[in-house]
């Protein structure tokens, strides 16, 4: 992937603090998705976005339930379309490496479907139909919604704040905790257990 | 900190009604949660980045991999737990490196010491898991179809392991010795039986069918009843009527052996099942979900983000729907619960009793059917004359097994259908058709036993002479043998036929058929609870016929072998992979529950034949003892008079019941200290309830305190 292309990824393999492989995977990754956007050389540092649409056709976003909101979260204005370095923050954050609070943090901005900052009832029930594929009955959605933020609003505001969504998954248990799902370039790994 | 960096990673956004509640941040058990991740090798706290993006500077980084490096224990943890990169990784071994040269040499040798007794460990424990059968075709179980499923082939690799230890055993002590004596190897010679004051009459012993020409399917029949060639082999007990072997200067007393080893196979699959059965019981006991919090956990941290299979993602929505269903299914039915009015609980009450009534009718009729197929074959076998066909023969043989087995479907489909009439909880609902279900197919071998032991024990003229009934019976055990063989062999027949002709067709059908009502049906869902329950079934009576068949348990498990085979199949073919989620730990239990009830079970004809039924005299090891027990009393007899006295006080009441008295104490005294920490486990819970419906009353006059400053 060339040696002048390593100066401009410094920024990106900073990082990732892995070796140069890791960043030239991931370009590649981003290039063969528009080959005729994105250019080979990174040098001049170019100004170049994919669209939504094409990220959330990559395998490992296919079945998410939540793809359009994760590249949402991680564009750099909301709209979906990420540039490189968006793009690298993405799988960096995804990745095993991510410490848990900056998890948390993407977690809380990917079920704000509203961004207002604060997960309401309507983000939930957003949430609660991606997840089960819209197959509850209207009358189950509102029982959960309403146990949720039982369960987890602090501050008795009836929709959840940062505070009390990081409160609450700090106590989700650690399945996997040493489970080793790092393949080769796929670096979306278990996260369900943030 | 932290509110800079939200606010930094976070939109900027026009109105914030409420302030932000950020000290939540600052509670000691937030701050403790952190320590302990940080301390099992997480990351660090994160100084903040011009980009905005929070990631852990090569600095912050730097100063845990020295911290990391500097330990002062000499305990040193493995550098691969650590959730470094491999440059990161190298520079954490370095510093170790230079840091044991700090640290006294006792130190060092421990460190070096537990360095490589934790790498031997690692290593052993790899190579072992290569070792263990049917390894990779457990996994691709487990992937395809989940843990449930996963631990019932666990659960049967288990059995065929034990049935293979069985097996080695009864063969070394028991067959091997007769049969190299015989043959004379290794200048052994035995001493046959000799018959001392014993009925003439009993000791008459012909087998019939063997001698001059026979039609050739008499052979098969032999070989699917255990009759004729195979009664004389060493398959059953009346093979081994020998006495004494001598090897050289040794002495080898075969039916004391025979005995003790019968004793020792018991005991050996008593150990084992109850030492894994504890540890599946310690881990469904300690609950996985937390009971604070299951709907956040299903919906925030319940989709797994490494799913890219479209199966498996449709697998995973269906099961978060299902569990999210069965949540909401069982808050509603506690509710409906607690709004009952007396009259409905006495309607409710009423109906259950009208219920079990009909449940025990049923399997009084069931007993019923089986005691008479049993007496009609045990006549018709005695009768048995070349004039009846094949057909005829092979009926009257496998008749008890056919009833059995047609019980063992009928039963469990009743009460499926009758428990929807009960309004249980639904984890109760299942719990109770699995033990109606456990005790009918259990009861049933006892109901055959039962019935044989009948005949071949009666009061009358007959059975004077000898103590069992010698004209129909002149060797007992093995007819015994003989009954465990074919319940065996058709237990077996039947896995096979179900699979081939029943789970292919239907998915062949719907495959290729489409009309509404095979559609509707669909591929078969593999059923636990009722394959678990085939299985127990069939090592249950292994356990009973072992005994009286010394090599039924090598019959086990080749059979069991195959079963393996012949469900992966049928399961990788033509079954859909459920929707509901089964917890492995529970699983585990209840499997090893139901075996164990098995085995319990299983003593009991075992110890009503070995004591009470005089033993035949005409086959066996047992000839010159007036029970199979009195082997043991015998050779006692014959050792020194100190241990005799030892031995005869163990076994006196002197020392039974105040041993059975201390044993009632001890275990009394656990069952109070067990309550006692039930009570105090809730007394917690409450209280947990209480301070964090504190801690939101505080938040809340927090916040109102800082709106109002």
């Known amino acids: 992937c060339g040696s002048n292309n390593l100066v401009s990824f ?60 994760i590249v949402e979260a991680f564009s750099e204005d909301g709209d979906g379309n990420l540039s490189f370095n968006d793009f690298v923050d993405m799988f960096s954050v995804l990745s095993e490496m991510a410490p848990r609070e900056l998890k948390a943090i993407y977690a809380f901005k990917i079920y704000d479907f509203n961004t207002d900052n604060f997960i309401c009832k309507s983000d939930l029930e957003k949430t609660l139909n ?62 369900s257990n943030i | 900190m932290d509110m800079v960096l939200s606010s930094e990673v976070f939109l900027p956004d026009a109105d914030n009604t409420s302030p932000s509640v950020t000290f939540l941040q600052e509670l000691p058990s937030y701050q403790s949660i952190l320590r302990r991740r940080t301390s099992a090798g997480g990351t660090q706290d994160r100084r903040q980045n011009n980009h905005g993006f929070a990631r852990p500077p090569a600095a912050a980084k730097r100063n845990f991999v020295e911290r990391a490096g500097v330990k002062s224990e000499a305990v040193v943890r493995s550098i691969r737990e650590y959730a470094l990169n491999i440059p990161e990784k190298r520079k954490l071994r370095d510093i170790q490196e230079a840091n044991v040269k700090y640290l006294s040499g006792w130190d060092q040798l421990k460190q070096t010491r537990n360095k490589s007794w934790k790498k031997f460990l690692d290593e052993t424990k790899e190579l072992s898991s290569y070792l263990e059968l049917w390894r990779n075709d457990i996994h691709s179980i487990e992937g395809k179809f989940g843990t449930g499923i996963k631990s019932y082939f666990s659960f049967l690799r288990f059995l065929v392991l034990l049935n293979f230890i069985i097996f080695v055993l009864m063969f070394s002590f028991i067959t091997l010795p007769s049969t190299i004596s015989q043959y004379g190897v290794l200048n052994s010679s035995y001493v046959k039986v000799p018959p001392k004051d014993i009925e003439p009459q009993c000791t008459v012993y012909t087998i019939s069918g063997t001698k001059g020409l026979v039609y050739f399917y008499t052979y098969i029949i032999d070989l699917l009843s255990g009759t004729g060639f195979l009664e004389m082999t060493s398959l059953f007990y009346g093979y081994y009527r020998i006495d004494m072997v001598h090897f050289s200067a040794i002495k080898y007393n075969l039916p004391l052996a025979y005995l003790l080893t019968t004793l020792v196979y018991l005991s050996l699959s008593l150990i084992w099942i109850v030492k894994r059965s504890v540890e599946g019981f310690k881990q469904s006991f300690v609950r996985e979900e937390d009971p604070f919090q299951s709907y956040c956990n299903k919906i925030f941290a319940g989709w797994d983000f490494c799913i890219t299979d479209p199966n498996a993602s449709r697998l995973k929505h269906s099961s978060l729907k299902y569990e999210l269903k069965t949540d909401l299914e069982e808050e509603r039915l506690r509710q409906k619960k607690a709004r009952r009015t007396t009259e409905e609980k006495l309607r409710i009450y009423c109906l259950r009793i009208f219920l079990n009534i009909f449940v025990l009718a049923l399997l009084s009729g069931c007993f019923y059917s089986i005691y008479r197929a049993t007496i009609y074959s045990q006549e018709n076998i005695s009768n048995v004359s070349s004039k009846m066909t094949f057909e005829g023969n092979l009926f009257v043989q496998y008749l008890p097994s056919i009833v059995i ?16 009439f009960e309004e249980y909880s639904p984890a109760f609902e299942i719990r109770l058709t699995l033990m109606r279900c456990v005790f009918v197919r259990l009861a049933n071998i006892g109901v055959l036993l039962f019935s044989l032991g009948n005949r071949i024990v009666c009061a009358n003229e007959k059975c004077k002479a000898c103590g069992y009934n010698y004209e129909l019976y002149p060797c007992w055990e093995s007819r015994v043998g003989q009954e465990m063989y074919k319940l065996m062999i058709f237990d077996f027949i039947i896995i096979f036929a179900v699979a081939v002709f029943v789970d292919f067709p239907r998915k062949l059908l719907v495959t290729y058929c489409s009309c509404k009502p095979i559609q509707w049906c669909g591929l078969q869902k593999f059923q636990i609870p009722e394959n678990v329950l085939e299985i127990v079934y069939g090592q249950t009576i292994c356990w009973i016929g072992t005994f009286y068949s010394p090599l039924l348990p090598a019959i086990a498990t080749i059979k069991y072998f195959i079963v393996f085979y012949i469900k992966k199949i049928s399961l990788m073919h033509t079954c859909r992979p459920s929707k509901k989620s089964v917890r492995a730990s529970s699983s585990n239990f209840f499997f090893l529950a139901v075996l164990l009830i098995g085995l319990i079970l299983a003593f009991i004809p075992l110890g009503l034949s070995m004591t009470r039924i005089r033993s035949s005299k005409a086959c066996g090891p047992f000839v010159n003892f007036n029970s199979s027990w009195d082997v043991v009393p015998r050779t006692i007899r014959g050792f020194p008079t100190a241990l005799q006295k030892v031995l005869n006080g163990i076994a006196s009441e002197a020392f039974a019941v105040p041993f059975f008295m201390v044993i009632c104490l001890i275990m009394f005294y656990f069952i109070a200290l067990a309550g006692a920490y039930k009570r105090v486990v809730d007394q917690l819970r409450e209280q947990l309830v209480m301070e964090s419906r504190d801690k939101q009353f505080l938040i809340r006059k927090l916040t109102e305190a800082q709106k109002r400053s």
């Open chain 1, 10 to 69: 410094e920024r990106a393999l900073d990082k990732f603090e892995c070796n140069c492989m890791m960043g030239c995977l991931l370009h590649g990754r981003y290039h063969e998705m528009a080959p005729n956007i994105v250019p080979m050389d990174y040098t001049k540092d170019p100004d170049v976005k994919l669209p939504i649409q094409l990220i959330i056709n990559m395998p490992e976003l296919k079945e998410n339930p939540f793809k359009e909101r």
């Open chain 1, 130 to 191: 991606k997840l089960t594929r819209e197959e509850l009955t209207a009358e189950e959605i509102t029982l959960v919604c309403e146990k949720v933020i039982e369960e987890a609003d602090m501050d008795g505001d009836g929709k959840l704040a940062f505070a009390d969504f990081e409160n609450m998954i700090s106590k989700a248990p650690d399945f996997l905790r040493y489970k080793n799902c790092l393949k080769n370039y796929q670096m979306l790994t278990c996260w």
């Open chain 2, 405 to 420: 087995t047609l019980a063992n479907f009928i039963a469990p489909l009743f009460f499926s259908y009758i428990i929807k």
